[in-house]
């Protein structure tokens, strides 16, 4: 995947408990001056969201505006990306113990991140139960995609999807091509079909095409790593700044108003990004930065 990160960057991995997280990172030479050293820099941890093709990638049109004052780093997730992909059936521990471990391996805590969707909302989940990780979190629509008991990710029944060769072919269809993959990002992440590239398609197939890729994408296309974010956020006490793109859809930006309203002392400021879906930071990135830099 080092081929769709932008100029500059460059791959390292680190060996959680469930195997290797590769992570991107910038080189020093392309972005500091003589002498400099990026360990030096404020680290700047960026998770990306699940589903067919995810990876680092998702960030990759946001992260260079931050590498000549931060240590970016950009991992892709395990089972996802480049990192390793375990034969399992995925389970919401797998990634609170590897998000903590790749953090704490990395870097000096405690740290500020930015990261989306389910994987925002699991960031929520770590931030209660080991606060001292983190010092400012900017999350993209986080959701537990079953808030309130609402249920708002799964699209097929678990009986269909847990079928032997079904399984196969549901992911074969639905993310190992490019026509299935152009038409997801176009039709359900985001708001206007026209912004989405060439590349990105690119992306996120070459990510779907792993080996044993589709063992973590089925675990969230099952719904085994949904859970009900209401029952956590009154807990979070790391200040946040949520962000929602207007015409998300599955978790609209109501579903995140009612979220944030739960816990308005940690959520210091909830912002609704006009005229975007899921990946607001992947469909208009210069608007997340500007808003970011703020």
Same mark, same amino acid.
Request: aromatic share 12%.
């Given at each position: ?17 469930? #195997? ?32 067919? %093709? ?24 395990? =089972?996802? %990306? ?6 399992? $059936?995925?389970?919401? $521990? ?7 471990? +790749? ?12 990261a989306s969707s389910l994987? &925002? ?22 959701? #537990? ?5 609402? !249920? ?21 269809? =639905? ?14 992440? +985001? ?14 197939? $070459? ?15 099952? %719904? ?8 956590y956020i009154r807990q ?8 929602? !793109?207007?015409? &998300?859809?599955?978790? $609209?930006?109501?579903?995140? #108003? ?11 400021? +909830? ?5 975007? %879906? ?5 469909e208009l990135p210069a ?8």
């Amino acid at each position: 995947m080092l081929q769709f990160q932008p100029p500059g960057f460059k791959q390292k991995s680190v060996q959680t408990s469930l #195997g290797r997280v590769v992570y991107y990172t910038q080189a020093q030479t392309f972005w500091l001056k003589s002498g400099e050293d990026n360990q030096d820099l404020p680290p700047l941890i960026f998770l990306h969201n699940f589903g067919g %093709g995810a990876s680092a990638y998702e960030w990759s049109k946001v992260y260079p505006a931050f590498a000549a004052t931060h240590r970016i780093l950009a991992p892709d997730l395990i =089972g996802w %990306g480049d990192s390793d992909h375990p034969i399992r $059936n995925y389970q919401i $521990n797998d990634y609170l113990t590897t998000i903590s471990e +790749f953090i704490r391996q990395t870097c000096k805590v405690p740290v500020t991140v930015v990261a989306s969707s389910l994987t &925002a909302a699991l960031t929520i989940r770590l931030a209660i139960n080991q606060p001292d990780l983190f010092k400012k979190l900017f999350l993209i629509s986080p959701s #537990g995609f079953n808030d309130f008991g609402e !249920g708002a990710g799964r699209r097929l029944p678990v009986q269909v999807i847990n079928t032997p060769f079904l399984d196969n072919l549901i992911y074969a269809l =639905g993310a190992e091509n490019e026509l299935a993959v152009r038409n997801f990002l176009e039709n359900f992440l +985001f708001a206007k079909s026209e912004r989405v590239t060439s590349e990105m398609v690119q992306a996120y197939l $070459n990510s779907a095409q792993q080996p044993n890729a589709k063992f973590s994408a089925l675990s969230f296309l099952r %719904g085994e790593l949904y859970f009900d974010l209401s029952l956590y956020i009154r807990q979070l006490t790391v200040p946040t700044v949520v962000f929602w !793109g207007e015409k &998300a859809q599955f978790t $609209n930006v109501q579903l995140g #108003g009612r979220l944030a309203k739960l816990n308005e002392n940690a959520i210091q400021n +909830f912002i609704t990004i006009p005229d975007t %879906g899921i990946l607001p930071h992947l469909e208009l990135p210069a608007v997340l930065i500007g808003l970011l830099l703020r």
